[in-house]
């Protein structure tokens, strides 16, 4: 059984910084992309940023040069750091995952559970 776990999270003001991490957790793993996600009251889910196997990553253009998204690949962890927030950050922000289990040619989505991040003005 495939797990997302994120941690992090939690109320800061405007201007302040915060971390995010999601640890993937199962047998034989393979795993590609890894993301995150956010979804503010009353909008779509939006992707924040994206980063691949090999440390490509991409960013939505509201975070761009304040987010920065990196992953372990040893410890099946991705991270999101979040620098000079704003009200509009305000989400439940999910961590994704595409993976492959070892033996299989599927590729599957994974979701986090979700963690609160409130920005303060």
């Known amino acids: 059984q495939v797990q997302l776990v994120e941690s992090g999270g939690g109320l800061v003001q405007a201007g302040e910084s915060l971390g995010l991490s999601c640890a993937a957790s199962?047998?034989?793993?393979?795993?590609?992309?890894m993301g995150w996600y956010r979804q503010a009251p009353g909008k779509q889910r939006e992707l924040v940023a994206v980063?691949?196997?090999?440390?490509?990553?991409n960013y939505a253009d509201s975070v761009k040069g304040r987010f920065t998204i990196s992953r372990d690949n040893a410890k099946n962890t991705v991270y999101l750091q979040m620098n000079s927030a704003t009200p509009d950050d305000t989400a439940v922000y999910y961590c994704?995952?595409?993976?492959?289990?070892?033996?299989?040619?599927?590729?599957?989505?994974?979701w986090g559970q979700g963690t609160q991040v409130t920005v303060s003005s």
């Open positions: 994704n995952a595409r993976i492959r289990r070892l033996l299989s040619v599927r590729v599957n989505d994974y």
């Open positions: 199962g047998s034989g793993l393979i795993i590609n992309d």
């Open positions: 980063i691949g196997s090999d440390g490509t990553s």
